[in-house]
């Protein structure tokens, strides 16, 4: 196959990989753990209570979080992991676009 074919198979795997990642959420999920004001918990005592998810994201400057109940935990991590997959796949198509049409007679 010529360099052009190549180009053009990569290229259109790379539309597929992001129109199969286009349920996205930006955002990092993060695990956190924590005490409570209760005397003699065992948490002040190291045993923390945890872990509950947060997500956070950076919005105008300023980093924004907010609680990810149980239930939706899954969702949200594949919708995260979709983000950066889909962000990947539009840069290489960015990429294989740039070479075909101008490096590539
Ligand atoms: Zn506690």
């Known amino acids: 196959m010529k360099l052009r074919g190549v180009l053009v198979s ?21 695990e956190c753990y924590r005490t409570c004001g209760k005397p003699g918990c065992a948490c002040q005592q190291g045993k923390k209570h945890g872990p509950y998810y947060m997500l956070t994201w ?5 980093t924004r979080t907010r609680h990810i109940p149980r239930h939706k935990l899954e969702e949200v991590k ?5 983000y950066q997959v889909a962000r990947e796949a539009l840069r290489k198509l960015g990429e294989f676009n740039r070479r075909l049409v101008l490096e590539e007679q």
Not at 58 to 62: A, I, L, P, T, Y
Not at 78 to 82: A, D, I, K, P, V
């Open 78 to 82: 594949r919708m995260t992991r979709n």
């Open 58 to 62: 950076s919005e105008g400057g300023r």
């Open 10 to 30: 990569h290229r259109n795997r790379q539309r597929e990989r992001l129109l199969e990642h286009l349920d996205v959420m930006v955002g990092t999920v993060v």
